[in-house]
């Protein structure tokens, strides 16, 4: 077995964070599956337990602790108790630290103790009907006025759109001079001229609302600027490398989940007298992607280490993302079909474990946007079919 070097304060975290799901998230999936929504008790009795944000200082009510290690296990252990779709790292440790790295000290008081509580949930919103990855293709504006900013533009896909109460948003705020000038603004739910469209029916990630959000003439007060104006594509891409390593630790750990249920279930089915683990095909199949699974957790781990040290860079990143997204779907797939039948069937957790998956390959940048990345990286510009920067 891998020997996976957490600290016992880590380990500590684990056992606490998988009694918290057995005991607060896990009864209630189903329920929030069918309703389409998380209820928001789910922040608040992680807020109590000390759950979220943990890296955010103590003044805020966090404990200080920016080792992603700890935010790995929290991760590792949502996927595997199949809470992903409750989706709470979304909110503690992908969108919390644009608040902690751009953030004034004015912004932080205002709303970082309320976010580490649970009292007030977040979202992060880039991504428009007609621009997924290419942010250079938003159409969202903001305009400059003497103490405001004015905002029009659209957002799909966004996930917490129903349960968030703060945004990030993205939006262009010099189109006509200059395609990447884009601000970051921090927009609260009772904004005037803020509203949100329908929960959006999803193949899965049932429980996780997903929302499209609407701006019309938005006045957005200048101290909820994020960081400085026009540098939110800097600050959008500095977040990008830590967005897919999230990904991959989650995407890695329902791949592992897979694999075990299926394991479970071959070691009991019997297939003409004889249990379905017994026979070549299977132990080869599994023997395969044991293998695949031990590889891509060297290289997770690896990666977790370079960004504790600053040194993850956007290709490992990318590299990460698209190794680990396409194998929890390899891993989904061949579970269902080595639970022939049953495997078509709900009740069975192979059948979600597939459906999850499926958008694992596509959304924090798809597989084929990974692939630009890192064949970026050893092309020569000269070969490179059209400008890849802006992902």
Same mark, same amino acid.
């Given at each position: 077995?891998?020997?996976?070097?957490?600290?016992?304060?880590?380990?500590?975290?684990?056992?606490?964070?998988?009694?918290?799901?057995?005991?607060?998230?896990?009864?209630?999936?189903?329920?929030?599956?069918?309703?389409?929504?998380?209820?928001?008790?789910?922040? !608040?009795?992680? @807020?109590?337990?000390?759950? %979220?944000?943990?890296?955010?200082?103590?003044?805020?009510?966090?404990?200080?602790?920016?080792?992603?290690?700890?935010?790995?296990?929290?991760?590792?252990?949502?996927?595997?108790?199949?809470?992903?779709?409750?989706?709470?790292? %979304?909110?503690?440790? %992908?969108?919390?630290?644009?608040?902690?790295?751009?953030?004034?000290?004015? #912004?932080?008081?205002?709303?970082? &103790?309320?976010?580490?509580?649970?009292?007030?949930?977040?979202?992060?919103?880039?991504?428009?009907? +007609?621009?997924?990855?290419?942010?250079?293709?938003?159409?969202?504006?903001?305009?400059?006025?003497?103490?405001?900013? %004015?905002?029009?533009?659209?957002?799909?896909?966004?996930?917490?759109?129903?349960?968030?109460?703060?945004?990030?948003?993205?939006?262009?705020? +010099?189109?006509?001079?200059? &395609?990447?000038?884009?601000? *970051?603004?921090?927009?609260?739910?009772?904004?005037?001229?803020?509203?949100?469209?329908?929960? *959006?029916?999803?193949?899965?990630?049932?429980?996780?609302?997903?929302?499209?959000?609407?701006?019309?003439?938005?006045?957005?007060?200048?101290?909820?600027?994020?960081?400085?104006?026009?540098? @939110?594509?800097?600050?959008?891409?500095?977040?990008?490398?830590?967005?897919? *390593?999230?990904?991959?630790?989650?995407?890695?750990?329902?791949?592992? *989940?897979?694999?075990?249920?299926?394991?479970e279930f071959v070691e009991a089915r019997k297939v003409f007298g004889k249990v379905l683990s017994s026979f070549q095909n299977t132990q080869f199949k599994l023997a395969e992607l044991r293998t695949? !699974?031990?590889?891509?957790?060297?290289?997770?781990? #690896?990666?977790?280490?370079?960004?504790?040290?600053?040194?993850?860079?956007?290709?490992?990143?990318?590299?990460?993302?698209?190794?680990?997204?396409?194998?929890?779907?390899?891993?989904?797939?061949?579970?269902?079909?080595?639970?022939?039948?049953?495997?078509?069937? +709900?009740?069975?957790?192979?059948?979600?474990?597939?459906?999850?998956?499926?958008?694992?390959?596509?959304?924090?940048?798809?597989?084929?946007?990974?692939?630009?990345?890192?064949?970026?990286?050893?092309?020569?510009?000269?070969?490179?079919?059209?400008?890849?920067?802006?992902?």
């Amino acid at each position: 077995m891998l020997k996976r070097n957490f600290t016992e304060e880590q380990q500590m975290l684990r056992g606490a964070y998988r009694k918290f799901l057995a005991q607060e998230i896990v009864p209630n999936m189903e329920f929030w599956r069918e309703q389409g929504i998380v209820d928001r008790s789910a922040f !608040l009795k992680a @807020g109590e337990n000390g759950f %979220l944000m943990i890296w955010a200082d103590e003044e805020y009510g966090g404990l200080g602790n920016d080792d992603f290690r700890f935010e790995q296990v929290i991760i590792e252990e949502s996927a595997y108790a199949r809470t992903t779709d409750w989706y709470g790292t %979304l909110h503690s440790r %992908l969108v919390g630290p644009y608040l902690a790295r751009f953030g004034t000290k004015e #912004q932080l008081a205002r709303y970082l &103790p309320k976010c580490v509580s649970g009292e007030m949930i977040l979202g992060v919103a880039m991504t428009e009907p +007609d621009a997924g990855s290419d942010l250079a293709g938003m159409r969202s504006v903001a305009v400059e006025r003497d103490d405001h900013w %004015l905002l029009n533009g659209s957002k799909t896909y966004i996930s917490n759109g129903i349960n968030g109460d703060l945004f990030v948003v993205a939006a262009k705020t +010099d189109p006509e001079n200059n &395609p990447h000038a884009i601000t *970051l603004f921090l927009v609260e739910r009772e904004m005037e001229g803020f509203e949100r469209g329908r929960n *959006l029916s999803k193949m899965g990630m049932k429980a996780q609302d997903t929302a499209e959000l609407f701006f019309t003439d938005v006045k957005i007060p200048k101290q909820n600027v994020l960081g400085e104006a026009n540098k @939110g594509f800097y600050y959008l891409m500095e977040g990008l490398a830590e967005e897919r *390593l999230i990904g991959a630790c989650g995407y890695l750990s329902a791949a592992q *989940l897979s694999f075990d249920l299926t394991l479970e279930f071959v070691e009991a089915r019997k297939v003409f007298g004889k249990v379905l683990s017994s026979f070549q095909n299977t132990q080869f199949k599994l023997a395969e992607l044991r293998t695949e !699974l031990d590889v891509a957790q060297v290289y997770v781990d #690896q990666c977790v280490a370079a960004h504790n040290d600053g040194e993850l860079t956007a290709v490992d990143a990318a590299k990460a993302k698209l190794l680990t997204s396409e194998l929890q779907v390899k891993a989904a797939q061949l579970g269902v079909q080595l639970h022939g039948g049953a495997g078509y069937m +709900d009740e069975y957790a192979i059948s979600r474990q597939l459906t999850d998956a499926m958008i694992a390959p596509i959304y924090a940048g798809s597989s084929e946007v990974m692939k630009m990345i890192i064949s970026r990286d050893f092309l020569s510009e000269k070969y490179m079919p059209f400008n890849t920067r802006n992902f």
